[in-house]
């Protein structure tokens, strides 16, 4: 049988999983593993990057580092700024696919950055995917690295995509723009985030384990939450594990889909 047939009917569900992901915390992930198969990368990142500030991170992806530490934390504590495609995404890249050797300086492959970071993080090659939307502060750039040169024909598959994921993801992108005005008011909302956080899962957790979901939807690592709270990275992983078995959920992701929940049923 032809294998070929198999392959189409990965990407085939892959997508459908993506359709059913529309508009929900899960998109970002179901985006990057649809992308996957269709041209095979070993890592990828979809951020949001902004004028003046730290860029915000929707997904992560890097199977081959399972079990060891995000860099992401390291990249966004200000190695971004060295970021040859966020620097291009400041001085306006237009939207679609673009290339690291379009980019990147003519030096770059023996800069400090990439010797020493990206080199070991992102790999030898980097593709983007650039989305600039109007209905969010800023652009999102989907990042895909590899430890090889990518192959013309990769970029190629990827470039045929482009098109339909980008008007996806401004789909998307609206979509939850609508939603979280839907759901606001103009009243103490700082006041009312800060509020849900407080209480949040005190009907399940122990205060150690609310105190460590606070840090978490706030986007601290593992390790970051250790040093912060004086305990070991496996106490903080026990942690995790209990409250999550106690919320019934298994990923970080549908802890934020629990707390915007939370959130909702306290604006309304």
Same mark, same amino acid.
């Given at each position: @049988? ?20 529309? $508009?929900? *915390? ?6 990057? !593993? /649809? ?7 070993? $890592?990828?990142?979809? =951020? ?25 934390? /390291? ?12 620097? #291009?995404?400041?001085?306006?890249? +237009?939207?679609?696919?673009?290339? =690291?050797?379009? &980019? ?36 999102? @750039? ?15 598959? =990827? ?16 979509? @939850?723009?609508? =939603?979280?005005?839907?759901?606001? %008011? ?20 122990? %205060?150690?384990? @609310?105190?460590?979901?606070? !840090? ?16 070991? *990275? ?14 019934? &959920? #298994?990923?970080? *992701?549908?802890? /934020?889909?629990? /707390?915007?929940? +939370?959130?909702?049923?306290? &604006?309304?």
């Amino acid at each position: @049988m032809n294998s070929r047939l198999f392959t189409e009917i990965a990407t085939h569900h892959a997508l459908a999983r993506l359709i059913d992901n529309l $508009n929900k *915390p899960r998109f970002w992930k179901n985006l990057i !593993l /649809f992308l996957n198969e269709v041209i095979p990368f070993d $890592n990828a990142l979809a =951020l949001q990057v902004v004028a003046d500030g730290t860029p915000h991170v929707f997904a992560e992806y890097c199977p081959a580092g399972a079990g060891s530490p995000s860099p992401v934390p /390291f990249y966004l504590n200000g190695l971004y700024l060295l970021d040859p495609f966020l620097q #291009s995404a400041h001085e306006g890249l +237009a939207d679609g696919l673009h290339r =690291l050797e379009e &980019i990147a300086p003519d030096l770059f492959r023996q800069s400090e950055y990439f010797l020493t970071y990206f080199r070991d993080v992102v790999g030898e090659d980097e593709v983007q995917l650039v989305v600039n939307q109007t209905t969010i502060k800023g652009t999102v @750039m989907l990042s895909f690295g590899a430890r090889t040169r990518f192959h013309p024909d990769s970029i190629g598959r =990827l470039a045929v995509c482009t098109p339909w994921v980008i008007s996806l993801i401004k789909q998307h992108l609206t979509c @939850m723009n609508t =939603l979280s005005n839907d759901n606001c %008011d103009n009243g103490d909302l700082p006041g009312r985030v800060q509020q849900t956080l407080a209480v949040f899962g005190a009907e399940l957790l122990s %205060d150690r384990e @609310m105190e460590i979901a606070r !840090l978490v939807l706030r986007g601290n690592s593992s390790k970051a939450i250790a040093e912060r709270l004086g305990i070991s *990275p496996e106490t903080v992983k026990v942690h995790r594990r209990n409250l999550y078995n106690k919320l019934g &959920i #298994s990923t970080q *992701p549908e802890l /934020f889909s629990l /707390f915007i929940q +939370a959130l909702e049923h306290e &604006i309304k």
